[in-house]
């Protein structure tokens, strides 16, 4: 198991290491209330984006933040903020879906212990052959609907990636209202949600290492559940 952490430490903590170069001076005269009250500043860590905390306060160790311009900064953060929500969905699907809960709302398969998440594509092939397809088309739509509201058109006079008044992460989903009205707030909300992120990004990718390691649900390696998987019961076998 620790092997499996140090090793899923390794590929998670590469994701937060980005392209360096000499940053180009970049300006804006973006009001602040464009960009949720944050007002980019060069002379501040990440342009001043919400994220660093104690006890590693402004921890970039390589100094590649250092060496981003705002365009950079930007992409870094949408990258960072989405792959944390995917992988935060990610651990819970694991857990819930996983021995001793074993929750599957959307398939057949509540009265069978059909193993380690990792493995349950192969069952989902079975019991319901459109999912892909349909999982396919809910992700190209969300992605496409992502690029319309904050990327720029490719091959645009500025070379931006992201549009100027966009802030990163942030298409307007928020159908509970919890959004704060000021900066300040806002950034202790983005804070809070990036840590989580980056929290799940490593513990997903230890989840998925030491499942494939040794074919056992996380509760079962933690002594939390019976070991009642019979692998060779699955369409597709290893």
Known sequence: ???????????AAAAF??????PSTTTTSLKASDLNGWVPDESKFAWGLPGSLDPAEDFDPLGFAENADLTQIKGYREAET????????AVIGFLVTEAPVSFHPLFNTAGRDIGPAIRHLDEVRVSSPFFFEVLAL?????ELSRSLIGWET????????????????DIGFDPLGLKPDTFEEFSEMSTKELQHGRLAMLGIAGI???????GKEIFVN???APDTFDPSALPVTF
């Open 1 to 11: 198991m620790k092997f499996c952490l140090t090793a899923a430490l390794l590929p």
């Open 17 to 22: 290491v980005t392209q360096s170069g000499k």
């Open 82 to 89: 989405t792959h944390g929500r995917v992988a935060m969905l």
């Open 138 to 142: 809910v992700i190209g739509g969300a």
């Open 154 to 169: 490719p091959g645009n006079d500025s070379d931006r990636v992201l549009k100027e008044d966009y802030y990163p992460g």
């Open 208 to 214: 998925v290492a030491q499942e494939f390691l040794n």
């Open 222 to 224: 933690f002594g939390l």
